[in-house]
């Protein structure tokens, strides 16, 4: 039997995406994963579509709920309208993001999540993010340009425009969690 893999998700403390936050916490427990879905606040957010949602705490606490492990396997930030509010100005999380890589663990993440990869300086000049306009203002101001693939993949950081490409995002977080080569 192999190892179970944890994952950190973080998400925008109000106005999360439920499409990709649901869509990617249902393909991984699914699989056997244990996830720790945080927060900028730990509170009960409402989603875009108005959903109610707590999430397990806050990201300031990442490594408060581990259970013993030193690091996630991958960490994911997803989106939602309110990443620009909460999640791009995040001071710890953009270190969360650097520690894990540098420990050789995937990085992810989709839609209105993705400029912050590019806050954390772990990728080159190019993302697959959303026709968003505050998505390509903040891209342009960080020294990044918008991918005209939806999905990329290298070194182990994945980024992914929106919740169509969910289950290939999925896919290459899994892949290459368990050893995969990138795509």
């Not at 973080?10 to 056997?32: C, H, I, M, W, Y």
């Not at 949602?53 to 990201?59: A, E, K, L, Q, R």
């Not at 791009?88 to 912050?116: E, F, K, N, Y």
């Amino acid at each position: 039997m192999s190892e179970i893999k944890w994952l950190m998700i973080a998400v925008p403390k109000n106005q999360f995406n439920e499409e990709e936050l649901f869509g990617v916490r249902d393909f991984f427990t699914s699989r056997g994963a244990k996830l720790m879905i945080l927060s900028p606040s730990g509170k009960e957010a409402t989603g875009d579509c108005k959903t109610r949602f707590s999430p397990d705490g806050m990201i300031v606490d990442w490594n408060k709920l581990l259970e013993g492990r030193s690091r996630y396997d991958a960490v994911l930030t997803l989106g939602g309208k309110g990443a620009w509010k909460s999640l791009w100005s995040d001071q710890i999380l953009p270190q969360i993001l650097t520690d894990h890589h540098r420990a050789g663990c995937v990085i992810g993440a989709m839609g209105c999540g993705v400029p912050v990869l590019a806050g954390a300086s772990l990728c080159k000049g190019e993302l697959a993010v959303p026709n968003d306009e505050r998505v390509l203002a903040r891209l342009d101001e960080l020294g990044f340009y918008p991918s005209d693939d939806e999905l990329l993949a290298e070194n182990k950081v994945i980024s992914a425009s929106s919740s169509n490409v969910l289950d290939r995002f999925c896919g290459e977080v899994w892949s290459q969690m368990n050893g995969g080569a990138d795509s």
